[in-house]
């Protein structure tokens, strides 16, 4: 038995039409972040990850590769899940969209929407986008001197005419107009629910959507029930992987009930359509209830640039995790990019960061402490003594940190949570200037025992809160200040002068090196 609220948080699930790259990363790091954070913070939580494995596009570089569709999948379905280790990213299940259990959701889905007569076969023809898997109208295409043409993002389309299944769309408009009114942060930030409200309330509203595709052109997909001609749309495959992993189509399954509705889906803003307009009315279709917060986020750029294969600035998780360390890589992909918006990765602004907050921060003010503690404290903390009105402001920062903390996390500014943190972070700084412990040493043992016993159970509550980003430096720090792994949620933070006193520690280490020489970025 437990009474922990549920918590039920999701990525995207990956293309495997190509391997991981830094933006790949930073979804799986954004979201873990948050699901260690929710974790810490009591909640029972499920994180959900995985790849997207259907669709033309895999299929084409299948082709290209001279490989199956499957085998193709398989392989890079497994750089995916090895970046999840690489990233230490602590989902607690991962799907792939090949897998058994969800083709018997993704059909059960389907079979819903058939037999509630919101999909009906039809005929299709118009222009299609192999790279957005989406059909577009005339009008939304530019036609290049050549007469090729070519949609928003800029990729080709051609000409397709074939039988389809269409999901009533069109029935759904004023159903989600209303429901955005109603529930406006289910869409953040808001520049994004601004998009996704301007697009239904588009002229003439939704138009019907094709969620089939034609054997003739694409046979890697889940067959659409009873119909060997057809296999399912991938949009409407994909989406449904988040029912599928918490036990879907038993919507009695006692997962079910607890996890559904998600609390969020986290994406990147390209696919807000799919998730916000798509995925809701297929939902509202098949009679359950809608995520409860979709979050969109930027794009990660290199350099200043777009990353492509063609500028030559894919950067991969594995060689950043080495050349910086995966903690410096996580602080720093949280703490450099804002709320929603497009961020950037530079060599120069990773070290700047990494050496700033951590080496310098965070780390060197660990360090400083314990090994004071440990040179002059018989290496054991000491119990304090008089508290004065400065030790007392100290302690009530960083006792109370956790408050201003929780609410940028709940609305997903990790970043203004990390300059909450390291405000307390830089008041400690200013504190173990002002107190100079190391010349208290010679006229005021009690007072610098103080001090430092003021300091090491700050560096406690930062540590225990900065776990989400940094997870193994944070638990080293922990482990160094002798916190049992049972007093590391973030309920002990404001259980004052929790830290254990008079407890031997041994003799610290650095957690966080300075970069010091020019590292050359991956
Ligand atoms: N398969 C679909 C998602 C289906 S969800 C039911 C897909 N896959 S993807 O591999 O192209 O992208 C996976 C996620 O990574 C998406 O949320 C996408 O926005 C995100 N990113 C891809 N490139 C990115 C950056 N350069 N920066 C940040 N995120 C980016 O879309």
């Known amino acids: 038995m437990t009474d ?6 999701t990525t995207a699930i990956s293309y495997v039409n190509g391997v991981p790259h830094l933006g790949h990363a930073y979804e799986s790091i954004l979201t873990d972040v948050i699901a260690r954070f929710k974790r ?5 939580v499920m994180f959900l990850t995985g790849t997207d494995e259907h669709g033309e596009k895999v299929q084409q570089t299948a082709e290209k590769n001279n490989m199956e569709a499957k085998d193709f999948a398989d392989q890079n ?4 899940e090895k970046m999840a280790q690489t990233l230490d990213i602590s989902n607690d299940d991962f799907i792939r969209t090949t897998q058994e259990r969800h083709y018997k959701a993704a059909q059960a889905i389907w079979q819903k929407l058939l037999d509630k007569g919101d999909i009906e076969l039809g005929k299709y023809a118009g222009w299609y986008s192999v790279r957005e898997e989406a059909y577009f109208t005339e009008d939304e295409l530019t036609t290049a001197e050549d007469g090729e043409k070519f949609t928003p993002l800029g990729t080709e389309v051609k000409w397709v005419e074939e039988a389809s299944y269409f999901f009533k769309l069109s029935q759904y408009t004023d159903r989600l107009i209303e429901y955005y009114a109603a529930n406006m942060d289910a869409v953040l930030p808001d520049v994004r629910l601004n998009e996704v409200v301007s697009f239904l309330k588009q002229e003439g509203g939704l138009k ?3 969620v089939s595709r034609h054997k003739s052109r694409l046979t890697w997909g889940i067959p659409v029930p009873n119909d060997g001609d057809h296999v399912m749309y991938v949009w409407l495959d994909a989406l449904t992987n988040y029912l599928t992993a918490i036990g879907y189509p038993d919507e009695n399954a006692a997962t079910f009930k607890k996890f559904w509705p998600a609390d969020f889906h986290v994406i990147g803003k390209d696919i807000t359509r799919f998730h916000a307009v798509y995925w809701p009315a297929f939902l509202m279709a098949a009679g359950l209830p809608l995520p409860k917060h979709i979050f969109a986020h930027g794009f990660i750029n290199v350099g200043g640039a777009k990353m492509s294969k063609s500028v030559g600035n894919v950067l991969s998780p594995d060689d950043l995790v080495q050349t910086y360390g ?14 929603g918006q497009d961020g950037n990765f530079s060599h120069e602004q990773a070290v700047q960061r990494i050496n700033a907050d951590l080496a310098n921060g965070l780390g060197n003010l660990a360090q400083r402490t314990l090994s004071m503690i440990h040179k002059n404290c018989d290496a054991r903390i000491p119990a304090p003594h008089e508290f004065t009105e400065e030790d007392e402001a100290l302690l009530h920062k960083a006792y109370t940190m956790i408050d201003r903390v929780r609410g940028e996390f709940n609305a997903i500014k990790i970043n203004r949570a990390l300059e909450q943190i390291w405000a307390v972070v830089s008041a400690c700084d200013v504190y173990i200037d002002a107190q100079a412990p190391w010349t208290l040493k010679k006229t005021d043992t009690d007072r ?6 003021v300091l090491a159970e700050s560096i406690r509550c930062l540590a225990i809160i900065v776990q989400p980003v940094t997870p193994s430096s944070a638990s080293k720090i922990l482990d160094q200040l002798q916190v049992k792994a049972n007093s590391r949620e973030f309920l002990h933070i404001a259980s004052n002068h929790a830290l254990g006193t008079n407890i031997e520690i041994s003799k610290p280490e650095g957690v966080f090196p300075r970069i010091v020489e020019d590292v050359e970025a991956a």
Do not use: N
């Not at 922990?4 to 948080?9: E, M, S, V």
């Not at 810490?40 to 029972?44: P, V």
């Open 4 to 9: 922990k609220t549920p918590f039920y948080i």
């Open 40 to 44: 810490l913070d009591g909640y029972d």
């Open 77 to 80: 379905a497994a750089s995916f």
């Open 208 to 210: 019907d959507l094709s």
């Open 326 to 339: 995966l903690d410096q890589i996580r602080y720093f992909l949280m703490r450099e990019v804002a709320h």
């Open 448 to 453: 610098m025992e103080t001090v430092l016993y």
